[in-house]
């Protein structure tokens, strides 16, 4: 209803205060975000741009993510505090991520626990399916690490909810989410290297559309476990004799040695996918593990497994890891 009529609830709308200029670094092709200062603490707002002839449009997909997004209640998704329509049109207000993306993180901070990470994402995407919910643009960049060093989902741009129905009797708005006809969807499109070959070419394998499904969003959540894993384990220079060592992120995106996208798209759709890494099991990312991330990227979407498999797999992992540091 929101979507539709291009309006949002009172109790969503917020003021802030602007500080500093756009950040560059996460500027998107579709929005741009600021760092502000809300009761006095630093947030992120996500500026939508529009043109005179995009304003429709973008007015209803503001609408569509603000609702969706406000309606997440998860410690691994970044919760919404809310919008401004005042200062900024179209505008989306979450608290400011020091720590940066996964990737940053984990670059950063090289012995981190990067199964546990990867356990954050699988659990917040978990509860988005539960709902009946996709992402659609799973990738590093739309992983954010909060101050408790746990990561968090955001960016649902391309999410895609069943069905929602507001309950307007209070002063607080109910969400209910069910498996019926789409009320609300976005397919502009995801990132090509974490795409599944059924968005990329739905005639080819089958697909009614190029909308995101869940389990696009598992091939997805496979790629983003190449994406954070482990890098090349290196010796601190100058001093050998120490023995000291540190885990350094590669920092490669999926088919980082593709640079052409036609050719990036052929290789999808072809069946290549990323090999393993040499020092992957050494960190705790064992041969069953790696197992669950290649079926992830099986080219029969009706095979892969679900996220609940991915997620009973990551925390296993994760807890097995963990026991090798404790001491007995």
Not at 105 to 124: F, I, K, M
Request: net charge neutral.
């Amino acid at each position: 209803m929101c979507s539709r009529r291009r309006m949002l609830p009172r109790s969503m709308h917020t003021v802030i205060r602007l500080t500093g200029e756009p950040v560059e670094a996460i500027r998107g092709g579709q929005s741009v975000i600021f760092r502000a200062q809300h009761r006095g603490r630093q947030v992120a707002v996500k500026t939508i741009r529009i043109t005179m002839s995009s304003d429709f449009d973008s007015l209803q997909e503001f609408c569509r993510e603000a609702v969706a997004w406000r309606h997440l209640r998860h410690p691994n998704i970044l919760p919404l505090l809310g919008v401004d329509l005042k200062q900024h049109r179209l505008s989306m207000v979450s608290e400011w991520m020091h720590q940066g993306n996964i990737n940053e993180y984990v670059q950063r901070h090289g012995g981190v626990n990067r199964l546990q990470l990867l356990a954050d994402v699988a659990a917040g995407l978990q509860y988005m399916h539960g709902l009946e919910m996709v992402h659609g643009d799973l990738k590093g960049a739309n992983i954010l690490v909060n101050q408790s060093h746990r990561a968090c989902l955001v960016d649902f741009g391309l999410s895609t909810i069943a069905s929602v129905e507001l309950n307007t009797g209070t002063n607080d708005s109910s969400i209910s989410v069910a498996s019926r006809a789409s009320l609300m969807s976005f397919t502009a499109g995801g990132t090509p290297r974490w795409m599944s070959p059924e968005l990329l070419d739905p005639e080819r394998f089958g697909a009614s559309d190029d909308r995101p499904t869940k389990e696009s969003d598992c091939y997805a959540l496979g790629m983003v476990v190449y994406e954070v894993r482990p890098g090349v384990t290196v010796p601190v220079l100058g001093v050998p004799e120490l023995n000291v060592r540190w885990q350094v992120l590669s920092g490669n995106p999926p088919y980082w040695d593709i640079t052409n996208e036609p050719a990036l798209i052929y290789a999808i759709t072809e069946g290549h996918r990323p090999e393993k890494p040499e020092v992957a099991e050494s960190l705790g990312f064992t041969t069953e593990l790696w197992k669950i991330v290649q079926q992830c990227w099986l080219t029969s979407c009706s095979t892969r497994p679900d996220v609940k498999v991915i997620s009973t797999h990551l925390n296993h992992a994760t807890w097995s890891w963990g026991r090798r540091w404790v001491s007995v």
